[in-house]
């Protein structure tokens, strides 16, 4: 699954390129704190069967903040424009997008998926398929399949539902498996997975160097 340090860089990138002028140490900061909370739900495994994926991961979350931001800096009396000014805008935007797209569509993509309406419906969705254009079938795409039951008759939609949270346990350092073992744990804590993870990692770490380098002035050093 996508690493906290590849939820991280990707989130870096998104920072660097929707923040504009207002980009600066602080709004970096947030912006990880923003993109790290939803493994916050990892520790709530112990407690709660599937909340990994689960509680800080559904996209609930996302509608609720994006709702919210939406409406503070709509009104005239806006409470973040008028403490904030406008960097504190551009920043909760950000980080509503950050949180969407740099964590909760990466794991989405990722093994059994989020939990991603819940608490309305408890199910798991994961997000896999191909989209390709072939020469003989033309655009193809198997992301959402949808097909009719030969003895209803009735049109069925999978677009990669999975289990509940009763049967679905996705591993983490906090909870390796779902049943505690006997013997020692083995506790990892991923870098990266995979070249992919690796290469978002390299091209995190290279945009945030190359943004400090153009945003330090000629014959000067930044503190």
């Known amino acids: 699954m996508p690493t906290s340090t590849v939820h991280a860089a990707v989130a870096f990138l ?21 993109v790290l909370f939803p493994e ?5 495994g112990l407690v709660m069967d599937g909340a990994h994926r689960t509680v800080f991961h559904t996209l609930f979350t996302s509608v609720v903040a994006a709702g919210v931001v939406y409406w503070d800096t709509s009104r005239e009396g806006s409470w973040i424009r008028g403490r904030w000014g406008a960097a504190g805008v551009r920043l909760a935007w950000v980080g509503v997008f950050v949180h969407t797209f740099a964590h909760l569509g990466l794991d989405w993509a990722h093994l059994s998926g989020i939990n991603i309406a819940w608490p309305l419906v408890d199910q798991f969705f994961s997000l896999d398929g191909e989209l390709y254009y072939s020469a003989t079938e033309g655009v193809v795409q198997t992301f959402v399949d949808v097909a009719v039951d030969p003895e209803t008759g009735r049109q069925q939609v999978d677009a990669g539902g999975g289990g509940t949270t009763a049967t679905t346990h996705v591993s983490s350092p906090v909870q390796p498996s779902k049943e505690p073992s006997e013997g020692p744990v083995d506790r990892r804590f991923p870098i990266a997975v995979g070249g992919w993870q690796l290469y978002f990692l390299v091209v995190g770490a290279f945009t945030l160097l190359a943004r400090r380098v153009q945003s330090t002035p000629k014959g000067t050093k930044e503190s």
């Open 14 to 34: 998104v920072a660097v390129g929707l923040l504009g002028e207002y980009y600066d140490r602080r709004a970096l900061a947030i912006i990880l704190g923003i």
């Open 40 to 44: 916050l739900d990892t520790a709530l």
